[in-house]
């Protein structure tokens, strides 16, 4: 039963990873044609070129982790062992997924339509300040340490109890006035 699953996400991460590979070679080969061979009169190179470069190698090195982690491997006979990793849960492959389709986006758009679709590859770093913000800078800034852990607790205590002998006075008031 376990042969079963690991060949069935070989094969899924086969055609996944063929999907990406044409992905990526359409969009670098188009860009490369369209934009920087056939209209490269207004294509100003210390422009086009870095950004082209920086898109081609992200997709490029995304897809080439994607296709490392989700690689079957074999045994010496050819019998398949396992079938790779999940390239379809979450994590750093969905990272990557999302790595190659904006950055092929990116190439396409400003192939076919507009160089102000290279504003577009602004969101990967965009996102990435986002998450280092969000999951790393801010937990370490706000995380307390063990001295502001115990003074915190420390103060909590005397408010409970400053709070319980508060109480306690108003009922004692209370029971003053029933009295007389």
């Not at 294509?43 to 296709?67: E, G, Q």
């Not at 379809?88 to 400003?110: C, K, Q, R």
Request: charged share 20%.
């Amino acid at each position: 039963m376990a042969k079963g699953n690991a060949k069935k996400r070989a094969e899924e991460n086969i055609a996944r990873l063929s999907l990406l590979r044409k992905v990526v070679l359409g969009a670098v080969v188009s860009h490369a044609a369209i934009r920087l061979a056939w209209f490269r009169a207004s294509a100003i190179w210390w422009v086009h070129y870095p950004l082209f470069a920086t898109a081609a190698s992200s997709a490029w090195f995304c897809y080439a982790s994607l296709a490392h982690i989700g690689a079957p491997t074999y045994d010496a006979s050819g019998a398949l062992v396992d079938g790779g990793a999940d390239l379809s849960l979450g994590g750093m492959s969905s990272y990557y997924h999302d790595v190659v389709y904006v950055s092929s986006f990116a190439l396409f758009a400003t192939a076919f339509v507009s160089d102000w679709f290279w504003l577009v590859g602004l969101v990967i770093p965009g996102f990435a300040t986002y998450k280092l913000w969000a999951d790393i800078i801010l937990p370490w800034i706000f995380t307390p340490t063990a001295e502001e852990e115990e003074a915190n607790a420390r103060m909590h205590e005397t408010k409970e109890q400053r709070k319980k002998r508060e109480k306690q006075e108003k009922r004692a008031e209370r029971r003053g006035r029933g009295r007389f």
